[in-house]
DNA sequence: AGACCTTTGAAGCTT
DNA sequence: AAGCTTCAAAGGTCT
């Protein structure tokens, strides 16, 4: 078995935390693209020298997580910034864009076209806008009203201009109560129509006007979730008409791949979404924070709509009617005593039986590096693998 | 047929 | 409060 590196032993156990994997993966893959030419194994070297510091050093892990939490907080930042509040930009994390770490054994570039989805290729046209429409035009679910720099009120004279006299439906409004008069403004364009979603009278919304967040449960998935909600005792429920689900609205993300899915498909050539996703999360963050800042408005204004026309849903509607997903399986499989969350951190060295198994990783990196020993040079490697979930451990194995 | 993959962000839940 | 979990879209792939 690998022998658990004792240089900094402790230290490397203070870094069992989701922070410093996701900057080691920045650091692998810049490895990885650089394709490990003597310089860059020296630059490796390097990284690890700094990463060996960084362990040694909490003031530095914080740092590390500082920084994470910048990302976490960018949302806000652009609520913030979108509240009105100029600000200048200080060039910080949005100047050099930040990519996900992707480990070595990740999918590698080959998904990648030209294989190279490097920054600068990220930046083709990515948020293009054309024959000066507002660049999310496609996008829209709702009418260029909602649109408007003013704030995120609903126009009073939305129904007049559509025409359509909207009341709630008695069967859904049980289910789905609207605001008493936000509701009959609403317009939705025909972006409401995505052209899969085949809404049928179930998938009305209560006001008689289908909604993309209202989808019938005829779909598999949805299928599924009413499935799962079915108790035995309640088999006359299969005869009534199953609820429409209502979907959550799209986050700022969710609406950039929708937009860019199409482009990416047409330049890379590539049709499976989770490669094409990858790709999106990259140009995602290649994006200026001035065109991020696009998605995060109209992700606003969706919510802010959704609410509107939705008050009593909640996001909590939609959970656990989704089959389980696999990381939730793999953390299953994991219960005692090989817990994902008994890792070093949590039991220390002195139970180092009690850490996750090396099965419960998902990558593994390895690290070439050079250190003095007694005046002579030595090769060492590194494994570090890389956990899973979040909730897991790092673990960084020498050989020598 | 239906889960899985893969991404980020929002919201809910748990500790 | 912080951290974790779930779901939102998409469509090829896999079981």
């Known amino acids: 078995m690998p022998q658990l ?25 810049k490895i990885q693209e650089n394709a490990f030419t003597e310089r860059d194994l020296a630059d490796l070297k390097s990284s690890l020298v700094n990463e060996s510091e960084i362990n040694q050093s909490p003031s530095a892990a914080v740092g590390a997580r500082s920084q994470q939490g910048e990302q976490r907080g960018f949302a806000e930042k652009h609520r913030e910034h979108l509240d009105g509040v100029s600000k200048h930009q200080d060039g910080g994390m949005y100047k050099t864009p930040t990519y996900p770490g992707y480990p070595f054994l990740m999918l590698p570039d080959p998904y990648l076209p030209n294989s190279s989805v490097s920054p600068s290729s990220n ?44 009341h709630q439906s008695q069967d859904l409004s049980g289910y789905y109560s609207l605001p008493p008069g936000g509701v009959g403004q609403i317009t939705p364009s025909m972006g409401w129509f995505p052209h899969s979603l085949m809404l049928g009278p179930s998938g009305m919304h209560p006001t008689g006007i289908p909604h993309p967040a209202i989808v019938p449960p005829t779909g598999k998935q949805d299928h599924d979730q009413y499935d799962r909600s079915i108790k035995p005792q309640e088999v006359k429920r299969e005869k009534e008409p199953k609820k429409p689900v209502i979907k959550k609205p799209l986050n700022a993300f969710m609406l950039y791949m929708k937009e860019m899915r199409a482009k990416v498909i047409a330049e890379c050539t590539l049709k499976e979404s989770a490669a094409i996703n990858q790709i999106l999360g ?57 817990s994902p969350k008994k890792c070093r951190a949590r039991f220390g060295l002195n139970q180092q039986t009690d850490w996750c198994g090396p099965s419960t990783y998902l990558y593994i990196s390895l690290f070439l590096k050079n250190l003095n020993q007694n005046g002579t040079k030595k090769k060492r490697l590194f494994f570090i693998l890389f956990p899973a979930a979040p909730n897991m451990c790092r673990q960084i194995y020498e050989f020598t």
């Open 123 to 166: 930046k083709v046209s990515v948020v293009q806008q054309s024959h000066g429409m507002h660049p999310l035009t496609s996008l829209l679910p709702y009418s260029n009203e909602h649109f408007s720099p003013s704030p995120p009120h609903l126009p009073t004279d939305m129904s007049q201009k559509t025409g359509v006299h909207r």
């Open 282 to 338: 990259r140009r995602w963050h290649a994006l200026t924070r001035e065109e991020q800042a696009k998605y995060y408005e109209l992700a606003r204004k969706e919510r802010q709509l959704h609410m509107q026309l939705y008050p009593t849903w909640s996001a909590r509607d939609n959970y656990g009617k989704k089959k389980r997903r696999k990381r939730e399986k793999l953390q299953d499989s994991n219960t005692d005593p090989g």
């Open 5 to 29: 590196s004792s240089g900094g032993g402790d230290d490397l156990g203070a870094n069992d935390e989701m922070i410093a994997f996701k900057d080691e993966g920045e650091q692998e893959e």
